[in-house]
């Protein structure tokens, strides 16, 4: 990586907004400050205290020009665990961004050729990490954005996060695995997204698989007979738009399952939180 010689001096920034159903309903809002960096597998964003993303020391984002030509920069070491961070690069490369040009950004890349670049996939297993833990979308929230007139990229995800929360009898009931099945069978919930370099149109390479399920490997998590635990899968734009079955395995092959054909749809750059299910009520 080139040395870093200077930082760029605009935030670019990523609203993306938590759209609730709970009884207040509530927005909260979910904000990323960054700027701008040679696609790695570890990129990922994590969720604070306060439902904001934030940053992660090594998190990079890949830019290209009109003509193609791309650079990488990387967040700035004392912006780690921050919501607000700066990106350091070529400064060469930055001069240009802040000129009337289109440049692109896109976070996390995995490849990229001359005229696509190819997102980490999001798998149709996922891992279920406690909240406590910090732990949000390891890998799996693709975002991308075009620089406006001032050379601020403002980023939009065509994933989502549906939040389900669950609770039980009190040391009585682990969950082993949960799936979530898309009433429309058609409907692909997880895949791999290729995007034009310039234009940002997307395709979407669907999983192997039934295409309308995801599931959440849940390592015997505790439910409490109080406070819900929530566990959150990430999904692609337009999920659940007709309802979905849910199934909570209580070991390897039994589960107790419910369905609901509410439109419970989750937006790209959204999270859908649930109001708590009570699984003695399944």
């Known amino acids: ?28 809002k979910v904000t990323f400050k960054a700027t701008i960096a040679q696609p790695v597998s570890d990129d990922r964003t994590q969720l604070n205290s306060g439902n904001y993303v934030i940053w992660l020391e090594g998190d990079e984002i890949q830019v290209f020009d009109e003509n193609r030509n791309a650079e990488v920069f990387t967040v700035a070491n004392e912006f780690n665990n921050q919501t607000a961070a700066t990106f350091t690069g ?3 490369f930055l001069a240009k961004i802040n000129e009337a040009g289109k440049y692109t950004a896109f976070y996390p890349v995995n490849t990229y050729d001359a005229t696509t670049v190819t997102m980490n996939n999001v798998p149709a297993t996922q891992t279920y990490v406690r909240a406590q833990d910090g732990r949000f979308a390891d890998e799996l929230f693709p975002m991308h954005a075009t620089n406006n007139d001032e050379g601020i990229f403002e980023f939009a995800s065509d994933a989502g996060v549906m939040r389900i929360g669950l609770y039980g009898p009190s040391n009585n009931f682990q969950v082993n695995k949960i799936e979530l099945i898309d009433a429309n069978p058609n409907q692909v919930l997880t895949g791999t997204l290729t995007y034009n370099i310039l234009t940002r149109e997307k395709t979407i390479d669907a999983n192997a698989g039934d ?19 929530e566990f959150d899968f990430v ?20 589960f107790i399952e419910r369905t609901t054909t509410k439109a419970n749809l989750v937006e790209g750059g959204h999270i859908h939180s649930m109001p708590p299910f009570d699984i003695t009520n399944f």
């Open 1 to 28: 990586m080139k040395k870093v010689v200077r930082m760029l001096g605009l935030c670019a920034l990523v609203a993306l907004a938590f759209t609730s159903c709970k009884k207040n309903d509530n927005t909260n």
């Open 90 to 92: 070529d400064p060469t």
């Open 211 to 229: 295409v309308n399920k995801v599931v959440l490997e849940c390592n015997n998590a505790a439910l409490n007979d109080e406070l819900a635990r």
């Open 235 to 254: 999904v692609l734009d337009g999920a659940f738009a007709t309802g979905f079955t849910m199934r909570v395995y209580y070991d390897e092959t039994n």
